[in-house]
């Protein structure tokens, strides 16, 4: 059983609860400030440089031989194991190196595709009630990280379209901010 199959829901809910309300509540209190560092972020080189490499590395350390405890059966694929153990990390230095143009959106996206799947295996076959608030976060991670790697500009935009109006960016905050209420609720509820 990989690593990823033992995360309890419990733990699941609290880690995104936490992320959403913390990270919501310091929006809407330091609203300037958020919108100054969103408007910035995909073009920031260091958080491109850090998200790029923690996700290239989380997922090389996905690919490891099959007597690690964190490697993970990729069913058809582990024939690609040894070709994606070299490829990853010179993919990676390339990425880094050569693909400087919103390198922060694209490994955000790489991040959230990686993150999403200790989510979903924490919510599969729960019986508890509320628990598809879970995938449902996990599900719009990997939506938007397939967008932020393919099609980075779209962040760009959405960050642009956000922040356009003080009451659109203040009304999607809160939106965030009572998902991650749910979110809380739910965990001390039924999870």
């Known amino acids: 059983m990989h690593p990823y199959e033992t995360i309890p829901l419990n733990v699941a809910g609290y880690i995104v609860a936490a992320w959403l309300i913390l990270s919501h509540l310091w929006m809407l209190v330091k609203t300037d400030n958020a919108i100054e560092f969103l408007k910035k972020f995909p073009r920031n080189g260091m958080a491109g440089t850090i998200l790029m490499a923690t996700g290239m590395l989380w997922f090389w350390l996905l ?13 058809e694929f582990n024939g690609s ?9 010179v993919v990676a230095f390339l990425m880094i190196t050569h693909v400087r143009e919103f ?8 991040v959230c595709l990686m993150a999403a799947a200790p989510l979903l ?3 599969f076959q729960e019986p508890a009630t509320g628990k598809v608030l ?3 976060f ?5 939506t938007a990280g397939l967008f932020f790697v393919g099609m980075p500009y779209v962040m760009r935009d959405a960050i642009n379209w956000a922040t ?9 905050v809160l939106g965030g901010l009572a998902y991650g209420v749910a979110v809380l609720a739910c965990t001390i509820l039924w999870y």
Do not use: Q, T
């Open 138 to 142: 996990a599900y719009g991670m990997l």
């Open 121 to 123: 295996a924490a919510a």
């Open 63 to 75: 690919v490891v031989p099959f007597d690690s405890p964190i490697a993970m059966d990729l069913g």
């Open 164 to 172: 356009a109006s003080a009451g659109r960016f203040k009304a999607l």
């Open 103 to 110: 390198l922060a959106v694209r490994g955000l996206g790489v």
């Open 134 to 136: 879970i995938p449902l």
């Open 81 to 89: 194991k040894n070709i994606l153990l070299a490829a990853v990390p």
